[in-house]
């Protein structure tokens, strides 16, 4: 039976796909500048015997062709890059490069493609169709790795069927999948705004526009734009998260600095709000007299999984975890640049149990304490092959 095959290769492998794991993560590479990580994977895909190509500089498509390989294309998706955060973990596997850490857990995302890459060929000529792994770089930051594998051809000749991507979660416990159907997470776009006048003595305002007042203003403004034009039953949120201007007690700035991001879950009210957005700085400037400038740095679309294929893989997974470790993926305002693949082909985006309370592993993503219980490796990579090999 091929899913127990599969379960048997992943315990097989485990062991040597933790040691994997603790190579990646002692050594962390920032978005795009992944090429360490990206040689590593190479050596990996060649020990192995499967063919790639170099894609986006940093990232790597493979190719595992088994059965009837024209009869059905699956894509598999893992992300190369860490984050700028020192690791607070003593490990024996902590980061080896200062203020860099895999703290999305990006390390064991590519650890499980690979192993799950390692099990598919080994297993070939028990499988149809054509398995493509997609390792992309940059999904951390502006404009998304995805977005330029995507232009690279990795969804084309031949187009998948359908794509899948994990993410661990350590709000979920080891031994657990959850899925959800349709909008998973939400899109991410980038606020920058500066806001200009003459500057001036505190003690006569009027002499200028009060660039502290205006940024005040437009803070609030910009809430009652989200508040009071989106529907409340469709999630969204605007966080303005910096402010920076001025040095003294008496003086008023002459510029004052903004920073924020938008969040959607609903693609036609993302861009009717940077519409309303633009509007109400406009406003304001022509109000107080101050200039503003208003840049919107367009980020990643919302995660829309298909629900066939979705409702397909957690049945898949319900045969190969126990019905009674898959559980539903909460909504959350979190955004993943897996929403571009989702845009493109059917996609389904699911979540990995990771959590250990008894061992103390519960720190969340993008925290210094953030680590896995790496158990959950095993799991990841059988659970992955079993999807390339059975879906669609």
């Known amino acids: 039976m091929l899913q127990q095959k599969i379960k ?12 994997i794991r603790h190579h990646l993560h002692a ?8 090429f360490e990580t990206g040689k590593y994977v190479q050596s990996k895909l060649q020990s192995f015997g499967i063919p790639f190509e170099v894609k986006a500089t940093t990232g790597i498509l493979g190719i595992i062709k088994g059965k009837n390989p024209d009869s059905r294309v699956i894509a598999l998706r893992a992300d190369l890059d860490a984050l700028p955060i020192q690791e607070e973990n003593k490990v024996p596997y902590q980061s080896q490069h200062a203020g860099i850490m895999h703290a999305c857990g990006h390390d064991v995302h590519t650890t499980i493609l690979l192993g799950t890459a390692k099990i598919l060929n080994e297993l070939k000529n028990e499988w149809e169709g054509t398995v493509k792994l997609i390792f992309q770089p940059g999904e951390e930051r502006n404009p998304g790795g995805a977005s330029y594998m995507i232009k690279e051809g990795v969804l084309d000749n031949p187009k998948p069927r359908g794509i899948f991507g994990l993410h661990v979660h350590p709000g979920l416990d080891l031994g ?51 508040s009071r034009n989106n529907n409340p039953i469709s999630p969204s949120v605007l966080s303005i ?37 633009r509007k109400q700085v406009k406003g304001i400037a022509e109000a107080t007299g101050a200039e503003i400038d208003l840049h919107i740095d367009i980020g990643y679309p919302t995660v ?32 993943e640049d897996f929403g571009f693949y989702t845009q493109r082909v059917p996609g389904c985006f699911y979540r990995l149990g990771v959590r250990n309370e008894k061992e103390g592993i519960i720190h969340n993503v993008h925290t210094p304490q953030f680590n896995i219980d790496e158990r959950a490796i095993e799991i990841g990579m059988g659970m992955m092959a079993w999807l390339g090999a059975s879906a669609l």
């Open 8 to 19: 048997d290769l992943a315990k097989e492998y485990a062991d040597e796909f933790i040691e």
């Open 27 to 34: 050594h962390p590479e920032l978005s795009y500048q992944e």
């Open 176 to 226: 657990k999948l959850s899925f959800r159907k349709g909008r998973v997470m939400a899109s991410a776009d980038e606020l920058y705004v500066t806001i200009r006048s003459k500057g001036g003595h505190a003690a006569a305002p009027h002499l200028t526009a009060d660039t502290v007042l205006v940024a005040s203003q437009l803070i609030v403004s910009l809430q009652q734009v989200i």
């Open 241 to 277: 998260c910096s402010i920076q201007g001025g040095h003294t007690t008496n003086v008023i700035p002459s510029e004052v600095k903004l920073m924020g991001t938008f969040r959607a879950m609903d693609e036609e009210w993302r861009y009717k709000a940077h519409e309303l957005i």
């Open 304 to 335: 829309n999984n298909n629900p066939a294929l979705t409702e397909t893989a957690w049945q898949l997974a319900n045969s190969y975890m126990g019905k009674e470790n898959v559980l539903e993926t909460e909504m959350r305002m979190g955004a």
